[in-house]
């Protein structure tokens, strides 16, 4: 076939092919080849994840202390070719492979420069191996836990004699199934679309297609899988084709129309004008769905965030509760999400879309939307409100647009489309938007007027490592209407950064005709407003009002909707709040959340990156016995380095030879502080009661201080739970409980003993017996005792009927074992609340009042960046501070021609009274 003429020119050998096959066979085998060398190598590939690890076993196991080899390359063998191209995929993209499979080895060095990771190659067992230390640990320190006596290291070395260290995962793959529903505002649905063995079905990457999501197999299968995959989903419901015709017939858009219409003389031009008004409005809410246009920009979505994220992590427990929600017959369901990012609803529209729940209409808040955008994302789903109506929202009932959006809500829910609310409008966090609250009593109006018999409300909570396009959010925000180019651009930006994990949780969905029936008994005896609880206490007037029982402030809010009545308007407030709560309750906790709590309120000066790893452990413990669920698994070590890689930018890390550890110091900025403070923000909710607590904790000590003496101990002080009870009912009176991530329907008593009991059990008090008590239950022969301890005293039944007192319970403080600092720590997590309280206390001596409500906030922004350089102001505390000042009557509302405007009230004019409030803030405030 070949005929060989060698040239000993300078060209080189050449080879001069004959015609024994003809041209058209070596052209097709010229195909072959390229195709098999393009596509078979990449189907190989495996990507990893941040994915709880399935349980196998270790690749080496120890017996009578001597390590045996490896068996022969496999899948699940680090020598095998899948384990080094996934090293090599973890190398490329600068995170640590353990975290995807804790069970391959790996050296990992962390220095000032960077990242450095020795490529193993040919592991041979060692016989004789001697355990290093941790990584970044102290050669000279205690001994660690992970030392040779420790059965779950192994130690291998290389050809090049480096050795390696084999551990078992971090986190299991068993985890708690958070998200269930509240038992007092719904016990019915306690037991629903929930079993015990949910708990144990694992996690899956939604973003992670293969070939078995398809109906296809095959290596060029593997090539195109994802395509394969969203062209075969499936769109359950969909908007009727009528639904013009059937919002022109509704009864209430009739009414309006003709009542509209009744000054004309009702002939046709006029019906057909406001036909023609109807179907304006109608396409300024929505447009039809284009399933060619969403499955080819859903399998563009999966391409970017296989790009964004390493992983986006589902509970499949929870999701199977929500896909047995969805099969109830004649019940829609309605997602209330926490919102983070603008990707949010890109990405619970392609979770829902892809899990066999259908495209669902998605609420689009007041981020405005540049004619395009608009048009491109209501043919994806996405739902508006009407400008006007934003615009006027006290004018829905009596206008067209109310009746409009009200029966258009009617509609979606009668063809069961999934309907997806977010409850915030980023950045402002914690905090019930507007359209939420329009949007939730919409739903509500359905269910009361019986157009579905019931709704299903499933809370969503999502967690980031690093928030697509957070530090962009506040500063763009308001600035112009959101366009196809700012997306593109904000897309290219992400892509340049860090890659980091997902997760989005799902609650367990409830009834609201449950949860509206069990809230609307009683409304008629609301609770004390806050003005008559707390303000006697900070001015001095009346110090024991809150002595007395304390089960509910009711304030009254802005109005949600026209047509519901004020009981009614409190009800879709609660609902929101408690959702909300709850989306918050269900969010995993993400490792770069953990890393940034612990530098922002325990090491903001440096920490050796060894003392880094052992609180990240501890942290991490505290959060797990609190039973909140984290979003990732993996080494301890590889976990630690993600989140500094992640945050490598706002960090400065010095390699210090001589001792074999790393300095770890934040920058002193207030940019670094700023992105510090949005990671650690999920970190609050889960310590809520324990900080409060200890806040209630430090102003009793400032209380008593002053009196005891500078050389009395902390710990020796004796404080009754009376005293802890009044303080906590303070703090907790003065904040707002969505601002602690605490669910509203629970009594302010209750609260204040929970959290009381969460204290002692976190070891931070001890109950103190009094001395007077001791001696009766002593039982024990004294020498010199003439008679025993109850000769004395009187078991007759005389006095049985007498009011005797309870004896009260009385605390000392102590500090936990394993948990040095845990009060300072919890005093710091609720620091940046208060100082932003204390200083918009401050602020009140400079505006000219009165003024309007917007340019209020923005002067206080203005005057909390220049009160301190390095601390950035947020903007969702400075709303809940206006918040508490309006509820409290420190701030009321004058209304004028122009709107609404804000004085100063009549007790707080004088600088006295503003000087007491403050120093009632700053008695809770860690210095």
């Given at each position: 076939?070949?005929?060989?003429?060698?040239?000993?020119?300078?060209?080189?050998?050449?080879?001069?092919?004959?015609?024994?096959?003809?041209?058209?066979?070596?052209?097709?085998?010229?195909?072959?080849?390229?195709?098999?060398?393009?596509?078979?190598?990449?189907?190989?590939?495996?990507?990893?994840?941040?994915?709880?690890?399935?349980?196998?076993?270790?690749?080496?196991?120890?017996?009578?202390?001597?390590?045996?080899?490896?068996?022969?390359?496999?899948?699940?063998?680090?020598?095998?070719?899948?384990?080094?191209?996934?090293?090599?995929?973890?190398?490329?993209?600068?995170?640590?492979?353990?975290?995807?499979?804790?069970?391959?080895?790996?050296?990992l060095?962390?220095?000032?420069?960077?990242?450095?990771?020795t490529?193993?190659?040919?592991?041979?067992?060692?016989?004789?191996?001697?355990?290093?230390?941790?990584?970044?640990?102290?050669?000279?320190?205690?001994?660690?836990?992970?030392?040779s006596?420790?059965?779950?290291?192994?130690?291998?070395?290389?050809?090049?004699?480096?050795?390696?260290?084999?551990f078992?995962?971090?986190?299991?793959?068993?985890?708690?199934?958070?998200?269930?529903?509240?038992?007092?505002?719904?016990?019915?649905?306690?037991?629903?679309?929930?079993?015990?063995?949910?708990?144990?079905?694992?996690?899956?990457?939604?973003?992670?297609?293969?070939?078995?999501?398809?109906?296809?197999?095959?290596?060029?299968?593997r090539?195109?899988?994802?395509?394969?995959?969203?062209?075969?989903?499936?769109v359950?419901?969909d908007?009727?084709?009528?639904?013009?015709?059937?919002?022109?017939?509704?009864?209430?858009?009739?009414?309006?129309?003709?009542?509209?219409?009744?000054?004309?003389?009702?002939?046709?031009?006029?019906?057909?004008?406001?036909?023609?008004?109807?179907?304006?409005?109608?396409?300024?809410?929505?447009?039809?769905?284009?399933?060619?246009?969403?499955?080819?920009?859903?399998?563009?979505?999966?391409?970017?965030?296989n790009?964004?994220?390493?992983?986006?992590?589902?509970?499949?427990?929870?999701?199977?509760m929500?896909?047995?929600?969805?099969?109830?017959?004649?019940?829609?369901?309605?997602?209330?999400?926490?919102?983070?990012?603008?990707?949010?609803?890109?990405?619970?529209?392609?979770?829902?879309?892809?899990?066999?729940?259908?495209?669902?209409?998605?609420?689009?808040?007041?981020?405005?939307?540049?004619?395009?955008?608009?048009?491109?994302?209501?043919r994806?789903?996405?739902?508006?409100?009407?400008?006007?109506?934003?615009?006027?929202?006290?004018?829905?009932?009596?206008?067209?647009?109310?009746?409009?959006?009200?029966?258009?809500?009617?509609?979606?829910?009668?063809?069961?489309?999934?309907?997806?609310?977010?409850?915030?409008?980023?950045?402002i966090?914690?905090?019930?938007?507007?359209?939420?609250?329009?949007?939730?009593?919409?739903?509500?109006?359905?269910?009361?007027?019986?157009?579905?018999?019931?709704?299903?409300?499933?809370?969503?909570?999502?967690?980031?490592?690093?928030?697509?396009?957070?530090?962009?959010?506040?500063?763009?925000?308001?600035?112009?209407?959101?366009?196809?180019?700012?997306?593109?651009?904000?897309?290219?930006?992400?892509?340049?950064?860090n890659?980091?994990?997902?997760?989005?949780?799902?609650?367990?969905?409830?009834?609201?005709?449950?949860?509206?029936?069990?809230?609307?008994?009683?409304?008629?005896?609301?609770?004390?407003?806050?003005?008559?609880?707390?303000?006697?206490?900070?001015?001095?007037?009346?110090?024991?009002?809150?002595?007395?029982?304390?089960?509910?402030?009711?304030?009254?809010?802005?109005?949600?909707?026209?047509?519901?009545?004020?009981?009614?308007?409190?009800?879709?407030?609660?609902?929101?709040?408690?959702?909300?709560?709850?989306?918050?309750?269900?969010?995993?906790?993400?490792?770069?959340?953990?890393?940034?709590?612990?530098?922002?309120?325990?090491?903001?000066?440096?920490?050796?990156?060894?003392?880094?790893?052992?609180?990240?452990?501890?942290l991490?413990?505290?959060?797990?016995?609190?039973?909140?669920?984290?979003?990732?698994?993996?080494?301890?070590?590889?976990?630690v380095?993600?989140?500094l890689?992640?945050?490598?930018?706002?960090?400065?890390?010095?390699h210090l030879?001589?001792?074999?550890?790393?300095?770890?110091?934040?920058?002193?900025?207030?940019?670094?502080?700023?992105?510090?403070?949005?990671?650690?923000?999920?970190?609050?909710p889960?310590?809520?009661?324990?900080?409060?607590?200890?806040?209630?904790?430090?102003?009793?000590?400032?209380?008593?201080?002053?009196?005891?003496?500078?050389?009395?101990?902390?710990?020796?002080?004796?404080?009754?739970?009376?005293?802890?009870?009044?303080?906590?009912?303070?703090?907790?009176?003065?904040?707002?409980?969505?601002?602690?991530?605490?669910q509203?329907?629970?009594?302010?008593?209750?609260?204040?003993?929970?959290?009381v009991?969460?204290?002692?059990?976190?070891?931070?008090?001890?109950?103190?017996?009094?001395?007077?008590?001791?001696w009766?239950?002593?039982?024990?022969?004294?020498?010199?005792?003439?008679?025993?301890?109850?000769?004395?005293?009187?078991?007759?039944?005389?006095?049985?009927?007498?009011?005797?007192?309870?004896?009260?319970?009385?605390?000392?403080?102590?500090?936990?074992?394993?948990?040095?600092?845990?009060?300072?720590?919890?005093c710091?997590?609720?620091?940046?609340?208060?100082?932003?309280?204390?200083?918009?206390?401050?602020?009140?001596?400079?505006?000219?009042?009165?003024q309007?409500?917007?340019?209020y906030?923005?002067?206080?922004?203005?005057?909390?960046?220049?009160?301190?350089?390095?601390?950035?102001?947020?903007?969702?505390?400075?709303?809940?501070?206006?918040?508490?000042?309006?509820e409290?009557?420190?701030l009321?509302?004058?209304?004028?021609?122009?709107?609404?405007?804000?004085?100063?009230?009549?007790?707080?004019?004088?600088?006295?009274?503003?000087?007491?409030?403050?120093?009632?803030?700053?008695?809770?405030?860690?210095?």
């Amino acid at each position: 076939m070949w005929e060989g003429k060698v040239n000993c020119s300078s060209t080189g050998a050449r080879l001069r092919r004959t015609n024994s096959f003809p041209q058209g066979f070596w052209r097709v085998g010229c195909w072959v080849g390229v195709l098999f060398y393009f596509f078979f190598p990449l189907s190989l590939r495996c990507k990893p994840s941040i994915s709880p690890p399935r349980s196998r076993s270790l690749p080496c196991k120890v017996e009578r202390g001597v390590p045996t080899p490896p068996p022969a390359p496999c899948g699940s063998c680090p020598a095998s070719p899948r384990c080094r191209q996934l090293w090599l995929w973890g190398w490329g993209c600068g995170v640590s492979l353990p975290l995807a499979d804790p069970l391959l080895p790996m050296s990992l060095q962390l220095s000032s420069r960077g990242l450095s990771r020795t490529h193993p190659q040919g592991l041979i067992p060692a016989p004789n191996a001697v355990p290093k230390p941790p990584w970044g640990a102290d050669p000279t320190g205690p001994a660690s836990p992970r030392s040779s006596g420790d059965p779950n290291m192994k130690n291998w070395v290389c050809d090049s004699g480096q050795k390696l260290e084999v551990f078992i995962p971090f986190l299991g793959k068993y985890r708690p199934l958070l998200g269930r529903c509240c038992q007092t505002c719904t016990p019915k649905s306690w037991d629903g679309f929930y079993h015990k063995h949910l708990s144990s079905l694992g996690f899956r990457d939604a973003i992670r297609v293969t070939e078995e999501d398809t109906r296809y197999r095959g290596w060029l299968v593997r090539r195109v899988c994802g395509f394969l995959a969203v062209w075969d989903w499936k769109v359950p419901a969909d908007t009727p084709r009528d639904l013009p015709a059937r919002i022109c017939c509704s009864r209430r858009v009739r009414d309006v129309a003709t009542g509209r219409s009744r000054g004309s003389r009702g002939d046709g031009p006029s019906h057909r004008r406001w036909k023609e008004k109807i179907l304006e409005i109608l396409a300024e809410i929505q447009a039809p769905l284009s399933l060619l246009m969403l499955r080819l920009c859903n399998w563009a979505l999966l391409k970017l965030l296989n790009r964004l994220f390493l992983g986006v992590q589902l509970h499949r427990g929870q999701l199977e509760m929500v896909l047995r929600a969805a099969r109830t017959s004649n019940v829609p369901l309605v997602f209330l999400s926490t919102h983070k990012s603008q990707l949010d609803g890109l990405l619970l529209s392609f979770l829902l879309f892809s899990q066999g729940l259908g495209a669902p209409r998605v609420t689009v808040g007041s981020q405005a939307c540049s004619p395009r955008l608009r048009a491109l994302l209501t043919r994806l789903g996405a739902i508006f409100l009407p400008s006007r109506m934003e615009q006027a929202p006290s004018d829905q009932e009596e206008g067209l647009l109310g009746a409009v959006l009200a029966t258009y809500v009617e509609e979606v829910l009668r063809s069961r489309q999934p309907l997806l609310i977010f409850l915030e409008e980023p950045p402002i966090a914690l905090r019930l938007s507007a359209p939420a609250q329009q949007w939730l009593a919409m739903v509500y109006r359905a269910v009361r007027d019986g157009a579905v018999p019931d709704v299903l409300l499933v809370p969503v909570g999502i967690a980031y490592d690093v928030i697509p396009g957070g530090s962009q959010q506040e500063g763009a925000r308001g600035v112009q209407p959101l366009g196809l180019g700012a997306c593109l651009w904000a897309t290219c930006g992400a892509l340049r950064r860090n890659r980091g994990c997902a997760r989005v949780d799902f609650a367990q969905p409830f009834s609201l005709q449950e949860f509206a029936a069990k809230n609307l008994v009683g409304q008629s005896c609301r609770g004390k407003w806050l003005e008559e609880l707390l303000l006697p206490t900070i001015l001095g007037t009346c110090p024991s009002q809150l002595d007395a029982k304390v089960t509910e402030v009711w304030n009254p809010g802005p109005a949600t909707a026209a047509g519901l009545g004020v009981e009614e308007e409190i009800l879709v407030t609660k609902l929101g709040l408690h959702s909300l709560s709850d989306g918050v309750a269900c969010s995993a906790i993400m490792a770069v959340g953990i890393t940034a709590a612990l530098l922002l309120h325990k090491h903001r000066e440096g920490v050796f990156l060894s003392r880094l790893m052992q609180d990240f452990a501890w942290l991490l413990e505290e959060i797990l016995l609190r039973q909140r669920d984290v979003g990732f698994s993996g080494q301890l070590r590889a976990l630690v380095q993600h989140s500094l890689t992640l945050l490598r930018a706002r960090l400065t890390l010095y390699h210090l030879a001589p001792i074999g550890d790393v300095l770890v110091v934040p920058e002193a900025s207030a940019v670094a502080l700023r992105e510090l403070g949005r990671h650690s923000a999920a970190v609050l909710p889960v310590f809520a009661s324990e900080a409060v607590g200890a806040c209630a904790i430090h102003a009793l000590l400032m209380e008593m201080l002053p009196f005891l003496g500078v050389t009395v101990r902390p710990s020796s002080i004796v404080f009754s739970q009376d005293e802890l009870h009044r303080k906590t009912l303070e703090l907790l009176l003065l904040l707002p409980l969505n601002l602690l991530g605490l669910q509203p329907c629970q009594p302010l008593d209750c609260l204040s003993q929970d959290i009381v009991d969460k204290l002692l059990l976190c070891g931070l008090l001890e109950a103190e017996e009094p001395e007077s008590e001791r001696w009766v239950c002593d039982l024990a022969p004294w020498p010199f005792r003439s008679r025993w301890p109850w000769a004395g005293m009187d078991f007759t039944d005389s006095d049985s009927d007498s009011q005797d007192e309870v004896p009260k319970r009385c605390f000392k403080l102590s500090e936990p074992q394993g948990s040095p600092g845990l009060l300072l720590f919890l005093c710091r997590l609720l620091c940046p609340v208060l100082r932003t309280y204390a200083r918009a206390v401050a602020f009140l001596d400079g505006p000219s009042w009165p003024q309007p409500e917007p340019a209020y906030v923005e002067a206080l922004l203005q005057f909390l960046s220049e009160e301190n350089a390095f601390e950035h102001p947020d903007r969702s505390l400075a709303l809940s501070s206006l918040q508490t000042f309006k509820e409290m009557g420190v701030l009321e509302e004058v209304w004028t021609p122009a709107g609404p405007l804000l004085r100063l009230a009549q007790p707080f004019q004088s600088s006295a009274s503003r000087g007491k409030l403050e120093a009632f803030i700053q008695q809770f405030t860690w210095p």
